[in-house]
């Protein structure tokens, strides 16, 4: 009993620990015993912890969400049904997201995973120009044109105005509902959401909605908010049609199908009819 009991002051003395250190990062170190004491019970310092750890956990998560896709390219040998637009846009939008938040200063929980989403983005990529054969040269020279831009534009000395970055992470929102929407009506229309994946869906709707509180309290800008709460939004929208409407088409139910069987009977010519016109056809033909 006594060496449980060690063991135990032993996990919460170093989980104590472990948050003491992890508070010293997020809020500034007391002076006094008394201020010790009072920075331990004070909120906002405990929000900047909670939301710093929050955005490393967005961060870890980045770190795995495309290697599913990676894993199946190198194993089909194929980039068969995958756009190379969606790939490209995509990429675009992380190499500025990645570079304004740079050059803003912004710690790396709020941007980390744009640079762990491009860096996968860009490998796919590569296997996407590889496999449909245009790697050479195009496929360097767009490859190329991602790394070399987001460097020069998150460089401190950059040409790039940062109000530029700024503006350009404006186009979010557009680029968040052009990928969206469709996908959102074809659901609707088809009354299915065919092999959408759920998990995915909340894994985006988790993400998006973590983003929209660690850019609440760290970076507090309204153009890079709207779009994660966009985001949001309609990945919530999505993961309520997967719920909804599932995976299957609607089929149509035995009373409809009978009465749509009832109404092509009706539409048809009965025999008597078939043959009173045959007969008139014939009188017809021996008058001429």
Known sequence: MSRWAFLGFLFVFGCASLVGRAQAIACPPPATLLQRGWSAAYWPCWKALITQLLGYAVVAGATTVKLPQIITLLRSHSAAGLSHTTYLVETFGYAYNLAFHIRAGYPVSTYGDFLMLGVQNLFILALLFTYTGSMAPR???????????????????????LVWLERLCG?????VIASRLPQIYANWQRQSTGNLSLPTCVGLFGGATARVLTTLQSVKNNTILAGYAVSALLNLVLVLQITLLGSQPKTATIGSRSAAASATADQRPSTGALASTREARSESKKRQ
Request: with cysteine; aromatic share 8%; charged share 5%.
């Open 139 to 161: 496929g360097w020279l767009v490859l190329s044109a991602f790394v070399a831009g987001t460097l020069v534009c998150a460089h401190a000395d950059s040409p790039v105005p």
């Open 171 to 175: 186009l979010n929102v557009a680029i």
